[in-house]
Each structure stands twice: as structure tokens, then as C-alpha cells.
């Protein structure tokens, strides 16, 4: 099952109808309780990604749900094409060159960077190699043998796993911690395709 596609923006114009079609979802797949909320608060999470984000931003999300033999897998996602003004987003953002940038803290925070940077340079594979270099975060999130950029992904669960295998600072931790996002999501894939990025939310849903 897909859902209506919505348009929100990053003023929040489409807010109330993206979480009226999450309702609509979860009633679509008689889901209860917890699970309830776990779909609202991830959708509210995505929600709050966009905002503020990069002037006169708009992006598409909507709903799907595959029935499995353990319960449903759900995807909540977000489609942006690649129309941002590199000027006017430097001016928005201040992001150095350095890779730091105040945007990028907390898992939210990183998601969100990712987004705006594949969203800008999806398919130039020199700049993502070096924005990827100076930025341990989505190195860490990311299948450095994919040398396929309009395939290459950054995956909370690959960067989980990263810090999970090696000495990584307990800021690191705590960000994953306190992260509703983490602990709610088994996996969040921002995509670079050759003329948009997607960020993908899985949640499993069991019987």
C-alpha cells in the first residue's frame, strides 16, 4: 500500500496534512498502541528535518506498508529534487568547509545534513567523495566499496554499527541515546539519486 503523496515545505505549510495521511496509514493497517505512536513521532521527526531546512524548500512524503510473514514493514519517505541554489543555501547555513556545522548535531542533525548535501550534489561524485572525506558521521553511515554514486546511501544501521565495532567518543552514544529517531527507526537511508534525494524511515511493525 502507497499513500497520497503530500507536499510539505520547509515553513511547515503541509504539516497538518502529512500527519492527517500518517493517521490514515496506521488506520489503513489497523495498527495499535505503540505502534501507533511509533509512526506518528517518526513522522512528526521527518517533519521537523524539513523545517528551516533551505529557503522555499519543498520536498514530497508519503506512506508505504509490505505485509511479511512477522508482521508489516513500513517506509516513510521524503523525495526532494535537486533545485537548491548553492549560493543561497551557503548563506542559510554557513557550513565550512571543514565539514562542521551547527546543523549537523544529534542524529536528527546529521540525517537532515545529509539530506541537504545529497540534495545539493547527488550525483557529483568528486564533491560527495570529498564532502565524505572531511566528514567522519556520513563516512561512518556509508558502503565505502559502493563506488556507484547514483546507488551510494548513507544508513543509520551502518553507522550504528560503525560506532558499535570501534572506540568511538560517548558523545557519539548519547546522540544515539537520547535520539527519538534511533530508537524508533531500524534503519534511515538518505538516497542520492542523479536528479533528487530520498530519505527513507523503515520501521517494522510486528503481528
Avoid at 6 to 20: F, P, Q, T, V
Avoid at 31 to 56: A, C, N, P, Q, W
Avoid at 143 to 170: F, I, K, P
Wanted: with cysteine; glycine share 6%; proline share 1%.
Amino acid at each position: 500500500m502507497k499513500s497520497d503523496v503530500i507536499r510539505i515545505y520547509s515553513d511547515l505549510k503541509g504539516r497538518k496534512e502529512a500527519l492527517e495521511a500518517a493517521e490514515s496509514f496506521v488506520r489503513y493497517n489497523e495498527f495499535t498502541g505503540k505502534s501507533v505512536m511509533s509512526i506518528r513521532l517518526l513522522t512528526e521527526e521527518l517533519i521537523s528535518m524539513v523545517h528551516g531546512i533551505m529557503d522555499k524548500f519543498s520536498g514530497d512524503l508519503w506512506f508505504e506498508s509490505e505485509p511479511t510473514e512477522g508482521g508489516v514493514r513500513c517506509l516513510i519517505c521524503l523525495s526532494a529534487k535537486r533545485t537548491v541554489d548553492p549560493v543561497q543555501e551557503e548563506k542559510i547555513l554557513s557550513v565550512s568547509t571543514s565539514g562542521k556545522n551547527e546543523y549537523a548535531k544529534g542524529i536528527l542533525g546529521k540525517i537532515r545534513e545529509a539530506f541537504r548535501v545529497s540534495a545539493q550534489h547527488a550525483n557529483d561524485g568528486v564533491y560527495m567523495d570529498e564532502y565524505i572525506s572531511v566528514n567522519n558521521w556520513y563516512r561512518m553511515g556509508t558502503d565505502e566499496q559502493d563506488t556507484n554514486v547514483s546507488e551510494r546511501y548513507w544508513s543509520l544501521m551502518n553507522y550504528r554499527n560503525c560506532l558499535s565495532a570501534g572506540d568511538h567518543a560517548s558523545e557519539e552514544w548519547d546522540e544515539l541515546e537520547k535520539s527519538i529517531i534511533a530508537k524508533l527507526a531500524d534503519d534511515v537511508k538518505v538516497w542520492l539519486k542523479s536528479d533528487s534525494t530520498e530519505v527513507v524511515i523503515e520501521k517494522f511493525i510486528a503481528k
